[in-house]
Structure formats: structure tokens, C-alpha cells
């Protein structure tokens, strides 16, 4: 994520609301609220990228090993993110 970029995009937000007749102190509560959920969203999203990438990389064994899981916890987490990138992008495709 472009931090420069996306706290532009929030301070627009937020001139948007007061346009629309919002009190700025409320507007900018309200974005900020936004603003904490979508970081907090792009971070879970870029670690979950990095389990994957390393989990490739290095394999079920070793991860497990190096996180001090078994194998088995490994496998649900991959499968967790799997499931939930597949449905993220099924829920993006029948938005469009």
C-alpha cells in the first residue's frame, strides 16, 4: 500500500463528508475509523501473501518447524487463507 498515496485519498474522504454537510470533528472520527480497518485489512493481506510465498519457498516441514506447529496447523492455516482469498475474489466478481 502507497501510505502517501491512501492518506490523500482519506483527507479527501473526509472533505467529501463536510461537503455533504457533516461536521469535519465527526468526518474526520468516521475516516479514521475507515482509514484503521483498511490498514489493518492490507496488513493481514500482505502477511498472509508472505505465509504463502515462504510456505512454497521452504515447505510444510520446515515452516512447522520454524513456527513451532505441527505440519497439520500449517495446512489449516494455509487453508485458510486459501479459502479466504477465493471467496474475496468470488465476492469481487459478482460485485462487478
Avoid at 30 to 59: H, K, N, S, W
Avoid at 81 to 95: G, I, P
Amino acid at each position: 500500500m502507497n501510505y502517501a498515496m491512501f492518506g490523500e485519498w482519506v483527507r479527501d474522504r473526509v472533505d467529501d463528508l463536510v461537503r455533504f454537510g457533516v461536521p469535519r470533528d465527526e468526518a474526520e472520527c468516521l475516516v479514521r475509523t475507515l482509514e484503521i480497518g483498511a490498514i489493518a485489512a492490507e496488513a493481514d493481506a500482505r502477511g498472509a501473501e508472505q505465509f504463502l510465498l515462504d510456505l512454497r519457498r521452504i515447505g510444510t516441514s520446515e515452516m512447522a518447524h520454524r513456527r513451532g506447529v505441527t505440519e497439520s496447523a500449517i495446512r489449516k492455516q494455509r487453508s485458510r487463507y486459501l479459502d479466504r482469498d477465493t471467496r474475496l475474489r468470488s465476492e469481487a466478481r459478482s460485485e462487478a
